[in-house]
């Protein structure tokens, strides 16, 4: 169950990243709402994952899925960077997480 909070968290975390884009281009009330919502569950949820998961590990996977996630949002919903040494990078950050995962 941990492993699914902190996977939960990472996407929440995704969420908060996309509402501070959000909330820059729009400076409205629901876009501040849901940014402090999107980081607010993930800190819960990392936290939570945190009883079982040793912390280095969990939080090296929650940035992974959030860094990750961020960037791979960013290309499809805001034209970002397609450059393959920067989708290379990204795989490695999520190779590096479930190595992680691996040697836990």
Known sequence: MAWLFLVIA?????SGVIMINKF???RNWQSLALLISGFGASFLFL?????????????AVWTGIGVCGGA????YMYGESRDWK???F??????AAVGLKLVE
């Open 47 to 59: 936290a939570l994952a945190m009883k079982t998961i040793p912390m280095g590990t969990a939080y």
């Open 10 to 14: 990472g996407l929440c975390e995704m």
């Open 90 to 95: 990204i795989c490695m950050v999520l190779a």
């Open 86 to 88: 920067r989708l290379l």
């Open 24 to 26: 820059h281009k729009d």
């Open 72 to 75: 791979i949002l960013g290309i």
